[in-house]
């Protein structure tokens, strides 16, 4: 069974990196004083703080593991090539989280991509979509709430020569325009960090499911409770990366929650999908930095097969 466990208060710290691949907060020398000498425990912190015990002994099992070759530079990757991405966005559009997520999403999911038709939730500046075409895919669709966003998406893909025939990006809630697609009319979905700026899963779920996609690509984070459980909290809809208010009369903050790892793979497996993980510790990373969250493990990336 799922049950919603109410959250004290915002928790959008643990799930957002600055643009400077920096989180700052209070309780950022948690795990340090107990002697973990933890890179990235910033980005823990905000978890652990207001995690049940259980899951806090799972965290610093976690974090004692972490570790960062340092002398190893950056690794170039796919987004180096088009760095028209480092500057159309706010949220997280640091070049090494860029491109080791590429890998994760895009790479690692070739299949799923090359000759498919691809819609594209929270589509943002159009990151996905660009690399999906790069990738072979057939055409995209982005859905995106934020307007400039979507304006940004149209630039980049015609800046980088892509035809206008093979993308369209529509400006509106993903909820909504989800219901305007006609199913059969798409083969893969990315589901990119968004999965955790909602409180209605299920329905999310439901609206692809209709749509009869062979697919699903899911990045989100999740929250480390042993239990099913989807942990709610709040943030502010003036952030960029944060849930979009739609509603002219929508609340000062937006009401978000974020499933553990047994909610959400009881979620998939409700509707009879199956699922693989993208192994982030077997990706031969040796930067962790600013993908301090899939080293962590509150982070992950699934491809999800609906049909065979
Ligand atoms: C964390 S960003 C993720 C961007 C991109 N998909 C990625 O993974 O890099 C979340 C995105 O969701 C968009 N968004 C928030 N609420 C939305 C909604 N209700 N419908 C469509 N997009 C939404 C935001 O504007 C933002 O672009």
């Given amino acids: 069974m799922i049950h919603t466990r109410l959250g004290a208060t915002n928790l959008l710290g643990l799930m957002s990196l600055g643009p400077n691949g920096t989180i700052g907060h209070a309780n950022a020398d948690i795990l340090n004083r107990r002697g973990s000498n933890v890179l990235g425990s910033n980005l823990l912190s905000e978890f652990y703080a207001r995690s049940e ?14 570790s960062v070759a340092r002398g190893y530079p950056i690794p170039k ?3 180096d090539d088009y760095p028209r991405f480092y500057t159309t966005s706010q949220t997280t559009a ?11 999403c895009i790479e690692w999911n070739a299949e799923a991509i090359r000759g498919k038709r691809i819609l594209d939730l929270a589509s943002h500046d159009g990151r996905w979509s660009f690399a999906a075409i790069k990738a072979g895919a057939v055409n995209v669709v982005g859905i995106e709430a934020r307007n400039y966003l979507v304006q940004s998406a149209t630039a980049n893909l015609r800046d980088y020569g892509v035809p206008d025939n093979s993308f369209s990006f529509i400006s509106g809630d993903a909820f909504e325009q989800l219901d305007r697609v006609e199913p059969h009319s798409v083969d893969t979905v990315f589901c990119l960090g968004f999965f955790y700026h ?3 899963h299920m329905l999310l779920l439901s609206k692809i499911a209709r749509l009869k996609p062979k697919y699903l690509i899911l990045d989100t984070a999740i929250h480390f409770d042993p239990n099913n459980v989807i942990l709610l909290y709040t943030e502010d809809p003036e952030g960029e990366a944060n849930a979009a208010s739609i509603e002219p009369d929508a609340p000062e903050r937006a009401l978000c929650g974020a499933p553990s790892k047994g909610a959400l793979q009881l979620m998939l497996s409700n509707f009879g999908w199956s699922f693989a993980y993208y192994d982030w510790h077997r990706a031969g990373i040796r930067r962790w930095d600013s993908i301090e969250d899939y080293h962590e493990g509150w982070r992950v990336t699934l491809r999800v097969t609906c049909a065979v």
């Fill in 53 to 66: 015990p259980v899951a806090r002994r799972q965290m610093l099992r976690v974090g004692r593991k972490f």
């Fill in 94 to 104: 640091i070049p090494n989280r860029l491109n080791q997520r590429h890998k994760a």
């Fill in 77 to 79: 990757g796919f987004f």
């Fill in 198 to 200: 909602i409180t209605n």
